[in-house]
């Protein structure tokens, strides 16, 4: 679904109103011309025109992977080599949040820059992406890019005719694909699939496929790791957008390592000192770290790598018990937080401080680490204002423009960060953690000093209690107003 002529006004006259307080008017008309004949003549479809300066934008996501899963925040165990050169080349977020400690209301997150409360995906395989959200693909296709989604979708039902994951068939009122949110190309899968032979070793209630299209599904090259086989497409789609001189915006979602974890023979390997189930998800993770190196070695050998965006993270922090191939209640648990407090479903830092990167080598000096807090919420904000827009007016987003924090401009986030699941509910800001698990009891945490959340200071200090519980409450109150569509006009 391509942004309407309102959501384009909108934008439009936002950024006439930064050009009339800088320029004179004979020179603003003459640009606001230009813009508008381009965009009119993109529409009709002259879209291989790009400024040479625009960058490329690729997200990748992990899916339940712990911060201390990775090399590169301290794993000697799991093999990373690919992500720790990532983290190498570029800047590494320390704490780095998803939106959400479940996978849904996190991947929504991303692609409107507002919490998952507001447009009601609350929980995993809850509610679908409203259609009037505002959907990043569908901002940065309006601005020239090709937009490609590769993996998990998670956002609701691919299929409105045929039975597919836990909530596509005829009938379903969950029917939101890709395509309708401002993708052109897509491979991509309603639910979790296992991470080896994923058509094959699917053990869910209903099954899920590769769709490539409305009512249209991939039946070839479905074997052997599943992070190579959504690589093999989300290459091509790269490939193909450079050879027609098209920037491009592509998210890999990959299923790894969700339940049902399966390596394959070789990935086992590696592993084969520890017990079954930590194969299979060491080596899952080390399979989906080489397509990551793949993805990062083509961007080098196409000559884009220099102005090609490419962040990395999690949608929450590793699951509370094994997941394995052998799903047993009990089983050991086999992902790691780093030490932090809580896993996936807490809102302890565990469930929702996952790992974070973003390379931008013409634009971001390589080998930083930051403490900055940030969100999966800021990807919005931030690339509109890379590729020249600003963040439309009229509702509210939780992210915030992560350029003046990239370029050395803010040292302190600005507010806070604010999250809901379920009945927890948290709020953070630069220094100190405000949390209740049941909704009632709220507990207070100083992050600077005390990250793993062992000392609740709630009692040493009411006053920061009271303000901090004050703007969780109001701010529970702007979500609940949005989720009633009291934000679309």
Not at 24 to 35: A, M, N, R
Not at 131 to 137: D, F, G, N, R, V
Request: proline fraction near 6%; hydrophobic fraction near 35%; glycine fraction near 10%.
């Amino acid at each position: 679904m391509e942004l309407n002529e309102a959501k384009l006004h909108e934008l439009l006259g936002i950024r006439i109103k930064i050009f009339m307080h800088k320029y004179y008017f004979p020179i603003f008309f003459l640009l606001v011309f230009v813009f508008i004949s381009g965009y009119t003549a993109g529409r009709e479809g002259d879209k291989n025109v790009s400024k040479p300066d625009k960058p490329n934008i690729i997200l990748i996501m992990a899916d339940d992977l712990g911060w201390g899963d990775v090399g590169f925040n301290g794993n000697v165990i799991i093999k990373t080599p690919g992500l720790d050169k990532m983290a190498s080349n570029g800047l590494v977020f320390n704490r780095f949040y998803s939106a959400a400690p479940v996978c849904s209301p996190t991947r929504g997150s991303c692609l409107t820059g507002r919490h998952p409360y507001r447009y009601g995906i609350n929980f995993a395989n809850v509610g679908v992406l409203k259609s009037q959200e505002i959907a990043l693909a569908e901002v940065v296709k309006n601005a020239g890019y090709t937009t490609g989604h590769f993996g998990k979708w998670h956002l609701g039902a691919i299929s409105n005719t045929i039975d597919d994951g836990r909530r596509g068939g005829s009938g379903t009122d969950a029917f939101c694909p890709p395509w309708e949110n401002g993708f052109d190309e897509c491979f991509s899968t309603e639910q979790a699939v296992p991470t080896w032979n994923p058509m094959e070793n699917q053990t869910l209630p209903k099954t899920t496929r590769y769709w490539i299209g409305d009512g249209i599904y991939e039946t070839e090259n479905l074997e052997g790791d599943d992070s190579r086989v959504i690589m093999d497409r989300a290459i091509p789609f790269i490939q193909n957008a450079v050879k027609s001189n098209q920037p491009f915006f592509t998210v890999i979602w990959f299923h790894t390592p969700h339940s049902p974890v399966v390596a394959g023979p070789e990935y086992l390997k590696i592993y084969d000192e520890n017990d079954e189930n930590k194969q299979h998800y060491y080596g899952c993770i080390t399979a989906l770290d080489e397509q990551v190196e793949r993805l990062n070695k083509e961007l080098r050998k196409m000559g884009i790598d220099k102005n090609t965006i490419v962040t990395f993270c999690s949608d929450n922090g590793p699951a509370g018990v094994g997941g394995g191939i052998k799903q047993e209640p009990g089983e050991r648990q086999q992902g790691v937080t780093g030490g932090f407090r809580g896993r996936k479903g807490s809102l302890y830092e565990g469930g929702v401080r996952v790992p974070g990167i973003i390379v931008w080598p013409s634009r971001i000096a390589a080998g930083q680490r930051i403490d900055f807090p940030t969100v999966t919420s800021d990807y919005f904000p931030t690339i509109l204002n890379i590729i020249g827009f600003q963040v439309p007016k009229g509702r509210p987003f939780d992210g915030i423009d992560l350029m003046p924090v990239l370029n050395g401009e803010l040292n302190e986030r600005p507010g806070f960060i604010g999250f809901q699941s379920q009945k927890q509910k948290s709020i953070v800001t630069e220094r100190y953690k405000l949390i209740s698990i049941d909704g009632e009891v709220f507990e207070l945490y100083d992050l600077l000093s005390d990250q793993k959340e062992t000392k609740n200071i709630a009692e040493q200090h009411p006053e920061i209690v009271v303000k901090m519980k004050s703007e969780l409450e109001a701010w529970i109150l702007s979500c609940k107003n949005s989720d009633d569509g009291n934000d679309y006009d």
